[in-house]
């Protein structure tokens, strides 16, 4: 199987996700992302993002919906 990732191009050396955009409370979903990237819509919605430090940020495709696929720890 050939595996496939999308990697932004056109962003600053210190971009990464969750940063181009704002958190929004919607009524059955709770913390929702809204992205003012083009690519966005389907990025932050559906599928995970990982880093590598050969390519930097990269998204791996998925099919479930969610207001957010993001994990926080400090």
Request: positive net charge; charged residues 20%.
């Amino acid at each position: 199987d050939d595996a496939y990732v999308f990697v932004p191009v056109n962003r600053g050396r210190h971009w990464r996700p969750y940063t181009e955009g704002h958190w929004i409370y919607a009524r059955g979903y709770g913390w929702t992302w809204v992205s003012d990237e083009p690519f966005g819509w389907a990025t932050y919605h559906y599928g995970r993002w990982g880093y590598a430090e050969r390519i930097g940020w990269y998204w791996v495709p998925g099919t479930r919906w969610a207001p957010a696929w993001v994990s926080w720890w400090h």
